[in-house]
């Protein structure tokens, strides 16, 4: 099977997330796309995150309403902080009759190169590269792009943060279009990020 591992604290999950993931299973050649929560991102010194349990259980509310999506915990079992290397390689070792591509958008490629192991993963993994607002590649970088990695250039653009999403529970904006609803739910039933 053919996965692609989009990976990230979902802090919370939120309409950008949910569209990239579902763009990239229909449009990419995967028969799955894992969103794998993960405890921290050790180039990001960002507020707290909300509980681990918390947050997976967001994104399974998300999965849930597309069969081809899937909600994974793998690397919250994994030792903090977490290096998309050791995970994509233990991924690689527990299911090894799959084939794994990583997903991430421009901004990380963009610093792509402060990745532990970043040399490791583009000569072993498939990439797959979607456009942010504000970090875009240029053109002429696009040319130039490993032959394992795909720079998507028609995937739609959401400018949605989860640091806007906190900061607009904090202020009690009404987030209904920035949201699924079964995560503004949860996050209101559980009282996360006010």
């Not at 989009?6 to 050649?29: D, E, K, L, R, W």
């Not at 349990?53 to 994974?72: F, G, Q, Y």
């Not at 993994?125 to 970088?141: H, K």
């Amino acid at each position: 099977m053919k996965i692609g591992v989009f990976s990230g604290s979902f802090n919370p999950i939120h309409t950008g997330h949910a569209m990239i993931a579902n763009y990239v299973v229909q449009t990419c050649g995967l028969d799955q796309v894992w969103l794998m929560v993960s405890r921290r991102n050790p180039l990001k010194s960002d507020s707290n995150p909300a509980d681990d349990l918390d947050r997976l259980e967001m994104v399974k509310s998300v999965t849930a309403r597309n069969p081809r999506l899937k909600a994974s915990a793998f690397e919250l079992s994994l030792p903090a902080p977490s290096f998309t290397y050791r995970t994509l390689g233990m991924l690689r070792e527990r299911y090894p009759e799959d084939e794994f591509t990583l997903i991430i958008g421009s901004d990380n490629w963009l610093d792509f190169n402060l990745w532990r192991d970043h040399d490791r993963i583009v000569a072993e993994f498939r990439i797959i590269v979607y456009q942010r607002p504000g970090f875009y590649i240029p053109a002429e970088e696009v040319g130039v792009l490993p032959t394992n990695v795909t720079l998507l250039q028609n995937a739609p653009l959401a400018e949605i943060s989860s640091t806007f999403i906190r900061e607009g529970v904090k202020k009690g904006m009404n987030l209904s279009f920035f949201l699924p609803d079964e995560v503004l739910d949860y996050i209101k039933r559980r009282n996360l990020y006010e």
